[in-house]
C-alpha cells in the first residue's frame, strides 16, 4: 500500500519556524517530482513549494525566501523548512507526488499525505 505520511506541524508564533517531514512507504519517489500544498479554512487548497528528483525547486510568491523544500531520496522523503511564519500561513499542509502534468496544479498529484495542521498565531 502506498503511502505519503506528513508530520511536523503544531502552534508556532509568528516569526517562528516549523519543519515539515513527508515519508513516503509503499513505492519511491526517487524519480518523482514531490511538492508541499496547503489549505486554509474556507479556501482552496494551493500549491506551496515543490522540488524535482534533482532538486530543481519553485515556490509560490507568498513563500518565497521564507520558504524552502528539500529532499532526500535515500529515505523516501521530502521536508519544508518554514522560517518567519505569518499568520496567513496558517493553513493544513500536504505533501505529495507528481504523476503527470503541471507542478503547481493538484489535479498532476497522484498520491497525497493526510496532512498535517500549522497554527501561527499573531
Known amino acids: 500500500q502506498v503511502q505519503l505520511v506528513d508530520s511536523g506541524g503544531g502552534l508556532v508564533q509568528a516569526g517562528g519556524s516549523l519543519r515539515l517531514s513527508c515519508t513516503a512507504s509503499?513505492?519511491?519517489?526517487?524519480?518523482?517530482?514531490m511538492g508541499w500544498f496547503r489549505q486554509a479554512p474556507g479556501k482552496e487548497r494551493e500549491f506551496v513549494a515543490a522540488?524535482?528528483?534533482?532538486?530543481?525547486?519553485n515556490y509560490a510568491d507568498s513563500v518565497k525566501g521564507r520558504f524552502t523544500i528539500s529532499r532526500d531520496n535515500a529515505k523516501n522523503a521530502v521536508y519544508l523548512q518554514m522560517n518567519s511564519l505569518k499568520p496567513e500561513d496558517t493553513a493544513v499542509y500536504y505533501c505529495?507526488?507528481?504523476?503527470?502534468?503541471?507542478?503547481?496544479?493538484?489535479?498532476?498529484?497522484?498520491?497525497w499525505g493526510q496532512g498535517t495542521q500549522v497554527t501561527v498565531s499573531s
Open positions: 505529495a507526488a507528481l504523476g503527470s502534468g503541471h507542478y503547481y496544479s493538484q489535479r498532476s498529484y497522484s498520491y
Open positions: 509503499g513505492r519511491t519517489f526517487s524519480s518523482n517530482t
Open positions: 522540488i524535482t528528483w534533482s532538486g530543481y525547486s
